[in-house]
């Protein structure tokens, strides 16, 4: 009998981390070779010796819109200088499986407000903004849940 195999759907990878808890909520987090800590502040029962996990959902929020700015721009031969972003995302209590008053944490909404330094044409800069917005993965999963990310672009002249 003939065995089919079957083709792995293009693109799809797999990233694993380990998170390892001593005690509290201090988690130590091994992503490949990298080493992320994650912590609550005090009040709410952790150390606050690294940022909370809403926190680095925020920056990846960030830093994954930058990193698409960046290869849309290099495939375009857009040049461009500096690009900052703030992120905002914001979270509010849902009811749980033992009602509100132990209440889930839910993100409902998300901002970005990126900061770009470029001499391109507006038609340049227009199809670098749709694009680098299409392909985050981190603000798909925001748009996924019904939250699109909200983005301000302000876009200056390149520093001489």
């Known amino acids: ?10 693109g799809r990878r797999v990233r694993v ?3 390892s808890c001593a005690s509290g909520v201090r988690c130590e987090i091994k992503a490949g ?4 800590v994650t912590d609550e502040p005090a009040e709410r029962g952790g150390t606050d010796t690294g940022a909370a996990p809403l926190m680095h959902l925020t920056a990846a929020l960030a830093s994954c819109q930058t ?9 375009m031969r857009f040049k461009h200088g500096a690009i ?10 849902i009811d749980g ?9 839910q993100f409902c909404d998300a901002e ?3 900061d770009l330094e470029t001499d391109e044409t ?3 800069i227009e199809r670098l903004k749709a694009l680098s917005e299409d392909r985050c993965p981190v603000g798909r999963l925001f748009d996924e849940a019904g939250y699109p990310p909200r983005v301000t672009w302000s876009v200056r002249p390149l520093k001489a």
Not at 2 to 8: L, N, R
Not at 67 to 75: H, L, N, P, S, Y
């Open 67 to 75: 990193v698409q700015i960046e290869k849309v721009a290099a495939a």
């Open 1 to 10: 009998m003939a065995v089919a195999k079957q083709k792995a759907p293009e």
């Open 33 to 36: 070779k990298h080493t992320i």
């Open 17 to 19: 981390v380990q998170s």
């Open 84 to 93: 900052n972003i703030e992120a905002r995302c914001t979270t509010d209590l």
């Open 122 to 124: 507006p038609q340049k």
């Open 97 to 105: 499986i033992e009602g509100n008053s132990n209440g889930v944490m």
């Open 112 to 114: 970005l407000i990126i």
